[in-house]
């Protein structure tokens, strides 16, 4: 059973930092890509970044480039999302899953936990 555990959010002023967290759980994490995407109220989900298996390789959405960056631990299956120079229009909830390769725009599995709250504010 998928599993995807993301937390890390809060509520920051804009120039801000965070660090998203999402422990996997229910699959081969290393077998996969991953990556995570965004969501507002009543709207689609974003895919903002994703990693390969190896962690050599990373896309991300332009609007965040230079100053979101994706990382894993195949470790302890975990993906990360660093977000740095928060915007107010960076305000979502951010939510991770799989992807079968690094450019892949659909997500591998129809599960998705509950998200991390990011809110940024002026």
């Known amino acids: 059973q998928v599993q995807l555990v993301e937390s890390g959010g809060g509520s920051v002023q804009p120039g801000g930092s965070l660090r998203l967290s999402c422990v996997a759980s229910?699959?081969?994490?290393?077998?996969?890509?991953m990556s995570w995407w965004r969501q507002a109220p009543g709207k689609e989900r974003e895919l903002v970044a994703s990693i390969d298996r190896r962690g050599g390789t990373t896309a991300v959405i332009s609007s965040v480039k230079g100053r979101f960056a994706i990382s894993r631990d195949d470790g302890k299956n975990t993906v990360y999302l660093q977000l740095n120079s928060l915007k107010p229009e960076d305000t979502f909830a951010y939510y991770c899953?799989?992807?079968?390769?690094?450019?892949?725009?659909?997500?591998?599995?129809?599960?998705w936990g509950q998200g991390a709250q990011v809110t940024v504010f002026s």
């Open positions: 229910g699959f081969s994490f290393s077998n996969y890509a």
């Open positions: 899953n799989a992807l079968h390769n690094v450019w892949a725009q659909a997500p591998s599995f129809r599960t």
